[in-house]
């Protein structure tokens, strides 16, 4: 998607919102309202799988529907106050994406506005449903294992660097799961004989830093934690990998699409489409607790073979017979 397409996406909301509109008869045109952490550019490509999955339930921007954009840019501490604001609307449903802060903020912003999330971490234990299968009150979504594989990464790394001795670990400091998320890091570089640098980074100005100190302390490869923040910020990151020369492992394909060694985890275009599917299934009156809590079953791992002739490094054998895609 360019950058004429995009603003065209983001535009159609605020053009079309006082279009009649013929899937739904007489009535004023229902208005989503869309929150994310993170920013509209990085984003693009999953706005776009959104509206794949509103198309293919026969739903079109500007004739069945309008959106409403909140974009908390990275600042989490701003997703309080965005969710105020949309839940304030006449809305139709809220569609909170980009990590499970964004899904709490939507709850707690409001108990009838239906809400689809996409985010990771438990959304059980988090009080976001009261189990998978029947979510019950005004929420369910998409749970895509985000932290959850952190120790899985981990792993892939100790395959890529089987001689080595230290790793580091790079986690965002506004992002309230990030306490049990490095617990569970720290738990599984021990299983591996591993010891662990870690940086917690609170703005973008702290990156270089934490990379300086990883290389100074010996680390030879780098995990970078899911993070929705670090989404948004994937070309510094994998910038920062290239300069330092540090071999790193990414939540998502977008990062090793963007110049990253190796990513592991779902597709989140397809938890996007997955998330317009069951928003416009709400819009023809399916209630969220009657729609169970989907989960991946697919998991990508992604090798760019041009980034590790880059680093003057050898992918093992073992792990690329197993990629789901190499990446020239």
Known sequence: MNRRDFITLLGGAAAAG??????????????????????????????????????????????DFAIEYRWAEGRYDRLPALATELAAMRLAVVVATGGEPVALAAKAANETI????????????????????????????????????????????????????????????????????????????????????IAAVGSESEFNGAFARFVHEGAAALLISADPYFNTRRAQLVGLAARYRLPAIYEFREFAVAGGLVSY????????????????????GTKPADLPV???????????????????????STLLARADEVIE
Do not use: C
């Not at 369910?140 to 230290?166: C, H, S, V, W």
């Not at 697919?298 to 093992?316: C, D, M, R, S, Y």
């Open 114 to 197: 239906p809400i689809v999330f996409a985010g990771g971490g438990d959304p059980v234990k988090a009080g976001l449903v009261a189990s998978l299968n029947r979510p019950g009150g005004n929420v369910t979504g998409f749970n895509q294992f985000t932290y959850e594989l952190e120790p899985k990464r981990i792993g892939l790394l100790r395959e890529l660097m089987p001689a080595a001795d230290r790793i580091a670990a790079l986690f965002n400091a506004n992002n309230a799961r990030g306490a049990p998320a490095i617990k569970e890091v720290v738990e599984a570089a021990a299983r591996v004989d591993l010891k662990l640098s």
């Open 265 to 284: 985890g779902s597709n989140l275009a397809n938890a996007y489409r997955r998330v317009g599917d069951y928003t416009g299934r709400i819009l023809k």
């Open 18 to 63: 006082a279009l009649p509109s013929g899937a739904w008869g007489q009535q004023s045109m229902p208005v989503i309202g869309f929150l994310n952490s993170g920013s509209p550019g990085p984003f693009a490509h999953l706005v776009a799988g959104f509206h794949r999955g509103l198309n293919e339930g026969g739903l079109v921007e500007g004739r």
């Open 294 to 316: 989907l989960q991946p079953t697919i998991f990508e791992l992604v090798i760019n073979l041009g980034t590790a002739k880059a680093l003057a490094f050898e992918i093992p």
